[in-house]
Nanobody, 125 residues
Framework: HLQVVESGGGLVQPGGSLRLSCEAS????????MGWFRQAPGKDREGVSC????????NYEDSVKGRFTISRDNAKKMVYLQMNNLKPEDTAVYYC??????????????????WGSGTQVTVSS
């Protein structure tokens, strides 16, 4: 299984910033695109951003474009999501997973991909 561990969430005021981290466990990150997803209370899980295997392609949903930045460090087996200018509607549990991420696909899970426990992000004054 392509296991991951998310971290970095917390409580932040509107306009604040957080950086989420995703550690790849038990697989070689170099071979996989990675995606960040979120699930707000009462809503389905949705894709937020993804990054291709070599990092040359990144995709963002319109709701986060210009505010969030995805990056990866294959040597450290880490994927990051820098979130700036956070809004209350960004409140959700955030997850990462191995995905297909290229010009054609964005959030299709790779075979064997599994979800971590997620990390809670709460944006509130």
């Amino acid at each position: 299984h392509l296991q991951v561990v998310e971290s970095g969430g917390g409580l932040v005021q509107p306009g604040g910033s957080l950086r989420l981290s995703c550690e790849a466990s038990g697989f070689i990150l170099d071979y996989y695109g990675m995606g960040w997803f979120r699930q707000a209370p009462g809503k389905d899980r949705e894709g937020v951003s993804c990054i291709s295997i070599d990092g040359d392609i990144t995709n963002y949903e319109d709701s986060v474009k210009g505010r969030f930045t995805i990056s990866r460090d294959n040597a450290k087996k880490m994927v990051y999501l820098q979130m700036n200018n956070l809004k209350p509607e960004d409140t959700a549990v955030y997850y990462c997973a191995a995905v297909w991420c290229n010009k054609q696909y964005k959030y299709d899970l790779r075979a064997g991909a599994s979800w971590g426990s997620g990390t809670q992000v709460t944006v509130s004054s």
